[in-house]
């Protein structure tokens, strides 16, 4: 797989140059009080830098590759995977069925440049849009390289406000045998969710979201490494 989505990548850089009247490459940076990846926090609740590149044509394909910096673990904690750095390559085709009805596919090559063992996976995402509205559903065959899978299945609204504000809802819910075994990932299934405030001012992108999990018990983590409990993030954007 990572062969195919390399392949998908390299095939379209190339195609750049020839049909340039029909492409597009844009880019985007920003800076996030916490990163949080479906409710989880993935920097110990600090600050992540973010960024990334798109390019797609009119024919609908598109590829691209985005990073942002990691803390899985307290410094000297055995379990330490050396992890600083994610950094995802996907491709992917998006089109409409109809003048209201949009869809997408998308492969993920989710990898950790410079960590201590091999937890680079794949991810394959469906999804559909109906005006305000977008379901999509994410399949990993073998989550973290560990030999086991994972599913995420999410539904998002998006409302218009005065004054050029937007406000957007999310609910996901992670699921998949990984989850079945709690010692397996530390995690039962959970579901996420989130209300988040957007504006455009000066150039820039603001979101403030509130961000939940249901994670409760033994599997609650108030703060730090792998946060899971309800925070507000800010994030200021810039695209190009």
């Keep these: 797989m990572k062969k195919t989505l390399t392949s998908v990548l390299l095939g379209a850089g190339l195609a750049v140059s020839s049909v340039q009247a029909f492409a ?6 920003s800076l996030t009080s916490d990163y949080r990846f479906r409710g989880i926090s993935q920097t110990a609740e600090d600050f992540a830098i973010q960024g990334g590149i798109d390019w797609f044509n009119d024919a609908g394909f598109f590829a691209g590759a985005w990073a942002s910096n990691v803390d899985f673990y307290p410094t000297g904690d055995e379990d330490d995977d050396g992890a600083s750095v994610e950094l995802d390559l996907y491709a992917g085709y998006a089109g409409a069925i109809n003048d ?17 063992i091999d937890q680079d996976y794949n991810e394959f995402a469906l999804g559909v849009d109906y005006g305000p509205v977008r379901v999509a559903y994410w399949y990993a065959d073998d989550y973290l390289n560990l030999g086991e899978s994972t599913q995420y299945l999410e539904l998002n609204y998006a409302m218009e406000l005065p004054q050029e504000f937007g406000l957007n809802f999310h609910v996901g819910h992670s699921f998949g045998d990984a989850y079945d075994d709690p010692s397996f990932l530390g995690l039962e299934d959970y579901t996420d969710y989130s209300i988040s405030l957007t504006k455009t001012w000066a150039e820039l992108d603001f979101e403030l979201a509130y961000l939940d999990t249901d994670l409760d018990g033994s599997f609650e983590v108030e703060s730090d490494h792998s946060a899971n409990q309800d925070t507000f993030v800010l994030t200021v954007s810039k695209s190009f």
């Design 24 to 29: 597009d490459i844009s880019a985007n940076v």
């Design 100 to 116: 209201d009805v949009a869809y997408d596919v998308t492969v993920y090559r989710y990898m950790y440049p410079g960590d201590d």
